[in-house]
């Protein structure tokens, strides 16, 4: 009974941790932004996690897509290696598509915006494939 309470608390801190780099997405700073994109990279690396992705996909998809927009480099560069992880835990299913076919315009602007930094451009092609790979329902 013990070693499951302590897994269950292991398991909500872990939760918190992420709404708190999930929430800092958001923030104007971008070395603050950069960090929880590395955060987030890391946990959904690391693993499993459908479940609590699955009722925050849109929150989550919305600070990508800002990301992606707003930022520079490094952190677009971030935020489409976070989008690939995100479209790998959610899988092929609707869930994951709809990550997709929201994100696939921006991801294509940066992959073909020639005054976007190497890194940004290969990270955005790399997310465009995978997803793509994963979860677009048209053949196409």
């Known amino acids: 009974g013990s070693e499951a309470a302590i897994e269950q608390g292991q398991e909500e801190q872990a939760e918190g941790r992420l709404k708190e780099h999930m929430d800092s997405l958001l923030d104007k700073s971008a070395k603050t ?14 693993k499993t996690l459908s479940e609590f992705l699955l009722e925050r996909r849109l ?19 971030l935020a489409g290696t976070v989008l690939t992880l995100l479209c ?4 092929s299913g609707p869930e994951g598509e709809e990550v997709f076919r929201s994100l696939k315009p921006l991801l294509v602007s940066v992959l073909t915006d020639s005054m976007a ?15 793509c790979y994963i979860a677009a329902a048209d053949v196409e």
Request: proline residues 2%.
């Open 117 to 131: 930094s190497p890194s940004a451009r290969q990270s955005c092609a790399t997310a465009l494939g995978m997803c």
């Open 88 to 91: 790998l835990q959610m899988g």
């Open 33 to 46: 932004r950069q960090a929880a994109l590395q955060s987030l990279r890391l946990a959904l690396s690391s």
């Open 59 to 77: 929150t989550l998809t919305d600070s990508l897509e800002k990301c992606l927009k707003k930022g520079k480099g490094e952190e677009q560069a």
